[in-house]
C-alpha cells in the first residue's frame, strides 16, 4: 500500500474502508469490524452538533422507526432492540424524533450540552387526545 498526502490523491483513487478482509462486514457488528484509518467511523464528526437527540428507555416500544430513517446510521440497535445513540456520528438532524411513534416521543432534541439524566427529568406527559364534535 502507498501512503499519500492530500494533496496528492488524484480522482479515482480508492481508499480502503476496511482494514484486510471486508467481503463480509456487512455481517459484522461495526464494534467488531476492523475499520482503516480512512474509515469515518473511526472519527468522531459531529462536533458541530448542536441539538441531541436524547433516548428515554421506558417509553419505547422497538419499532426501529428510528434506525431505518435516520440518514447517519447513528441509531444503535440490537437483535431488533433500540439500546441508544451513536454521538461520535449522529448530527442532530432530528429525523429519528420526528418518525417515533410514541406520545410521549422515546427521542426527543435537547441542546447538546444537557446531561441526559436531566433530559429524563423534563421529559413530557402523554397527551390527550382530542375528542372530535361531529
Ligand atoms: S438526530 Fe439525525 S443523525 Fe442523529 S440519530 Fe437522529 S436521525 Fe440519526
Ligand atoms: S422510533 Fe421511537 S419507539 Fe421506535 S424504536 Fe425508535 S425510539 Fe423506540
Redesign the pocket.
Known sequence: MKYVGWDEVTTGVVLDSFKGESENAAFVRPEDRSYSEFNSYTKSVADWRVLKPV??RE?????????IFCPDTS?I?RDKK?IGIDYEHCKGCGI?VE????NP???LMFSDFIDTEDAILEWPKKEKKKKSKD
Open positions: 433516548y428515554n417509553i419505547c416500544i422497538d419499532c426501529q422507526n428510528c434506525w441509531i440497535s433500540m429519528c418518525v417515533c411513534p410514541t416521543k422515546s427521542l
